[in-house]
T-cell receptor, first 111, second 112 residues
Framework: DQQVKQNSPSLSVQEGRISILNCDYTNSMFDYFLWYKKYPAEGPTFLISISSIKDKNEDGRFTVFLNKSAKHLSLHIVPSQPGDSAVYFCAAGGSNYKLTFGKGTLLTVNP | NAGVTQTPKFRILKIGQSMTLQCAQDMNHNYMYWYRQDPGMGLKLIYYSVGAGITDKGEVPNGYNVSRSTTEDFPLRLELAAPSQTSVYFC???????????FGQGTRLTVV
């Protein structure tokens, strides 16, 4: 049973436009959420995170929104750049030291 | 600062062989993890450790063993390799429960 779901396997956007990546979770014990970016043949790298006590966190071009009642979070990238093309993983954690990952969304930003 | 280092980067094993995937971190992190990523899938947790001498199973521990004798090292042992263990393996470490995890570059393992 998938506790963290990324229902869009891929997303394609034009350079300069907004990219919105979505993530849903089912476990109400999750209280910390992270986004990771992964290029081919590399390990995932941390992008941005949000605690369950917040509903928004912003870092430069990246903003994560959390809707706890809907158990939904999203990552907004504005403006999108070709170098943002990668697989994006949503991850969730609680007090049990473990991170649960979604299957990832492949973002392609076209010049 | 090397971060998380995994060796080897690539390996081909025959069915029934054994091997150890090495993972070392130099950030003095207490928490370390092993994940595997199959094509089109997310990362599945194999084993994790919250400190030297303490390990616990994740989602998919069967066929694997780990040890954590030091804070720095967290090797993953595959006994009797099977084709189902063909995957990319990632080691990660983190300073705390609600902090970012740092990942190694991965080990691509093929069992034939």
């Amino acid at each position: 049973d998938q506790q963290v779901k990324q229902n869009s396997p891929s997303l394609s956007v034009q350079e300069g436009r907004i990219s919105i990546l979505n993530c849903d979770y089912t476990n109400s014990m999750f209280d910390y959420f992270l986004w990771y970016k992964k290029y081919p043949a590399e390990g995932p790298t941390f992008l941005i995170s949000i605690s369950s006590i917040k509903d928004k966190n912003e870092d430069g071009r990246f903003t994560v929104f959390l809707n706890k009642s809907a158990k939904h979070l999203s990552l907004h990238i504005v403006p999108s750049q070709p170098g943002d093309s990668a697989v994006y993983f949503c991850a969730a954690g609680g007090s049990n030291y473990k991170l649960t990952f979604g299957k990832g969304t492949l973002l392609t930003v076209n010049p | 600062n090397a971060g998380v280092t995994q060796t080897p980067k690539f390996r081909i094993l025959k069915i029934g062989q054994s091997m150890t995937l090495q993972c070392a971190q130099d950030m003095n992190h207490n928490y370390m993890y092993w994940y595997r990523q199959d094509p089109g899938m997310g990362l599945k947790l194999i084993y994790y450790s919250v400190g030297a001498g303490i390990t616990d199973k994740g989602e998919v521990p069967n066929g694997y063993n780990v040890s954590r004798s030091t804070t720095e090292d967290f090797p993953l042992r595959l006994e009797l390799a099977a084709p189902s263990q063909t995957s990319v393996y990632f080691c990660a470490s983190t300073a705390g429960v609600h902090t970012e995890a740092f990942f190694g570059q991965g080990t691509r393992l093929t069992v034939v």
